[in-house]
C-alpha cells in the first residue's frame, strides 16, 4: 500500500460508485488517487467474483483488462480438480488466481508472464496469500518453452486481444498462438491445459490442435463462461465432452457425452406437449448435445432445431430448468388477446421461434416479471406455440 491516507481513501470507498469518485477534486496531495482508484475498481469486480481476494485488503491489482480475463474463484477450483502432482507451470500467468488455486494440489509450480508489473503484483499477492511453492518468472512464453522443464501440467490461457485491443474470433489469432507451441509443449509435459473463450469455436480450436482428450464447458449459475481443452502426448481413441455448470452453493450439475456417438443417437420427437418441459444449461447448449441429452433422460426433443424437451413424468435429475406445463397457446390473434388477459406478467424465452423475446413482448403487451414463463418454440410438424409454465425449484 502506498501510505496511510491512500489506505484509508481506499478502505472508505470501496462500496462507493467509481465514476462519482472520479469526479471528486483531488485535493489531498497525500493521496495516490490513480492507484487508489484502481484497487477500489479492482476489490468492486471481484468481491463476488474471487471471495478470497476480497477478504485479503492488502491485495495488489492489475490494469483492469487483465483482471477481466482473470477466472474466478469457482471456475479455478474446478480446474484444480482437474490435476496434480509435482510440478505445474503456467506460460501465461496474468493475475495468477488459476495458478493460485491449481498450484495447491502441486508440489512445485512456475508462474511465467511476460508483463513485468503482473510478475511483481503477483510476487506480493502470493506473499500476502502465503503462497511458498511458486516461481515468479518474468519471460516471454515463446521463449521460455524452448527450455522448459519436465512438468505434470502445463496451464495456458491465451489472450483473447489483438494487437489493436479487438477480440480475437480464432484460436491461431490469439497470444500466444499455442496452435505453433502445442507440439513442442507435449513434449515436456503429461498435460496440457488450455483455457479458451466460450466465444471460440471449439470445432476449429480441436481441429487446429494436437491430441484433444477432453472438452470441459465451464458454465457458473447457467452462464458460460470458459472452455478447456485437456491435451496429453498420446492420441486420443475418441474425445470426451464435459458439461459443466458450478451452481450458487458449488454444486455442479455434470453432463458427458462423446461428440462421435452424438451423430448416432435416434431421437423421440413429441407430438404435443407433454406434462413437463426443460430447457438444458448453457453448457449443454454450447457442447451441442442437443441429441445426447434427450437419450439420457428419455425424453422427447420438440423439434430438430427447438432445444427443448418434455416428458409425462418429471425428471428431477435433468441438468438445467424444468418447468411443470400449465397450458400451451397457440399464436393466432384471438389466443394472444385471450394469453394477455390470463397472464399480464412473465419471463418470456423463444427457442426456434420467428420472434425473439422483445419481439413477443411488444406483440402480446405482456411485461417482464413474476411466477409464470412463456416458451415460443416450433413443435415437430412446424406448428408454432406458446408454452406457458411454472418452474420447479425443488422435487415434484
Known sequence: MNNIQTEKFINDNLDNDLKKLLLIKRSNKAIDYEFAYRQIAGFQRIKNKIPVLYSTKSILFPPQLNLEQSSSESTALYKKSLCEGNTLI?????????????SKHFENAIYVERNEELCKIVAHNFRILGVTNVSIIHADAEEFIESMPASNCVFVDPSRRDKTGGKT???????PNICQL???????????????SPMLDITAAINALSNVHEVHIISVENECKEVLLLLKPTKATEIKYKAINILKDNRLEKFEFIKEAEQDVVLNFSAKIENYLYEPNSSILKAGAFKSIANKFFLNKLNKNTHLYTSENYVSEFPGRCFKVVKVWGVNKKELTELKKQVPKANISTRNFPLKPDELKKKTGISDGGNTYLFGCTLADETKVIVQCEKITSEA
Do not use: A, Q, R, S
Not at 474470433?169 to 497470444?175: K, N, Q, R, S
Not at 502445442?182 to 479458451?196: G, P
Open 169 to 175: 474470433v480464432f484460436l491461431e489469432d490469439c497470444e
Open 90 to 102: 503456467d506460460i501465461t500467468g496474468g493475475f495468477g488466481i488459476d495458478l493460485y488455486f491449481i
Open 182 to 196: 502445442n507440439e513442442k509443449i507435449l513434449e515436456k509435459t503429461k498435460l496440457l491445459m488450455v483455457k479458451l
